[in-house]
């Protein structure tokens, strides 16, 4: 499988309470309602918590500030991902979810990567 990574850092207006509510309610229906076109395996959400864990995790590894959430998104193959973005379907529902991405994730602070995983342990 193939998956695309996304850490996400909200937009500079946006409380992280607020942006995790609209990617959750809005944004990821958004992106329920286009899986198909897009050929997605999985669509996952990671949302960090505002928690003083978080913050001595943070101090103990002198890490730079996490991030406000992490999306995952996984195709069958690199095939699968690219054949779903050269769809029409698939290249105007990209489109779309860029459009809202604009409303409350701050691209030029939120790396993204396609991988390949590893597991480990997987149980």
Not at 20 to 25: D, M, T
Not at 90 to 112: H, T, W
Request: hydrophobic letters at 35%; a negative charge; glycine letters at 4%.
């Amino acid at each position: 499988m193939i998956k695309l990574t996304y850490c996400l850092k909200r937009q500079s207006h946006l409380s992280r309470e607020a942006f995790q509510k609209y990617w959750l309610e809005t944004h990821g229906p958004m992106v329920r309602e286009r899986a198909e076109a897009l050929g997605l395996r999985r669509y996952v959400q990671v949302h960090t918590l505002d928690d003083e864990l978080n913050a001595t995790l943070v101090r103990s590894r002198n890490s730079p500030e996490e991030f406000d959430g992490v999306a995952e998104l996984w195709w069958d193959s690199k095939a699968d991902l690219e054949a779903a973005f050269s769809s029409r379907a698939g290249r105007k529902a990209g489109r779309e979810l860029l459009e809202d991405e604009k409303k409350f994730i701050d691209s030029s602070r939120s790396p993204v990567w396609i991988a390949e995983e590893h597991p480990i342990v997987d149980r």
